[in-house]
């Protein structure tokens, strides 16, 4: 079974401050996607990376595909409150389903 | 929004009961899931369907099976509830398989007692 990690579990900021979290895995993936799940709802995607080295850009967010497709980063520049929720990766497997990591919780209080 | 409803949202059944959760879809997609998600082991998958009355099985599918008789309902069956059946369960759907992005219901919250 291919596994994720995510680093840090738990992430509270201050409005403003940047950060990142990871997603690792000792399997390659051959795309990665990133979801962010609000409390009471579903994760919703918000990226999906497909080359190793791929970076791709959504506003204030920065998603890296690590070259051997092992990993992956987010990195939010001048986090709002509005950056809070629960951040998923999830790495598509050989039978062409989603694994999902356990998830960064982030909080960023203003 | 993706067009899915899972009903009930919050459900409290006793150890043994039978519990079935639903999906309905309003998108004609052709795939929908069902995964459980529990503190530090993110979301995992139980079931998956790929058409009428075509499913199979995903990471964690003992003690649960599913049936698909319509192309927008997908439904989710414990035959015989138990306590580490308890979670929150998760419906989604996309066009395709691969990179097709997962389009999730708002969840059914379960508490086996």
């Known amino acids: 079974t291919q596994l994720l990690e995510q680093s840090p579990q738990f992430l509270s900021i201050q409005e403003g401050e940047n950060l990142t979290v990871y997603c690792n895995s000792s399997?390659?993936?051959?795309?990665l996607q990133w979801y962010r799940q609000e409390p009471g709802e579903g994760p919703v995607l918000l990226v999906t990376?497909?080359?190793?080295?791929e970076v791709k850009k959504l506003k204030r967010l920065t998603f890296q595909f690590g070259d051997a497709r092992k990993d992956s980063s987010l990195h939010i520049t001048a986090a709002q409150p509005g950056d809070t929720g629960l951040y998923l990766c999830a790495g598509l497997d050989y039978g062409q389903n989603f694994v999902f990591g356990p998830g960064t919780r982030l909080s960023v209080l203003p | 929004d993706a067009g899915i409803t899972q009903s009930p949202r919050h459900k409290v059944t006793e150890t043994g009961t039978p519990v079935t959760l639903r999906c309905h879809q309003t998108?004609?997609?052709?795939?929908m899931y069902w995964y459980r998600q529990d503190p530090g082991h993110g979301l995992r998958l139980i079931h998956y369907s790929y058409g009428v009355k075509d499913t199979d099985k995903g990471e964690v599918s003992d003690g649960y099976s599913v049936s698909r008789s319509k192309t927008e309902d997908f439904l989710l069956t414990l035959e015989s509830a138990t306590s580490s059946q308890t979670s929150v369960y998760f419906c989604?759907?996309?066009?395709?398989?691969?990179?097709?992005?997962?389009?999730f219901g708002n969840g059914t919250r379960l508490t086996v007692t």
């Open positions: 990376v497909v080359t190793g080295g």
């Open positions: 399997s390659v993936f051959s795309s």
């Open positions: 998108e004609n997609h052709r795939y």
């Open positions: 989604a759907i996309s066009e395709s398989r691969g990179n097709s992005p997962l389009h």
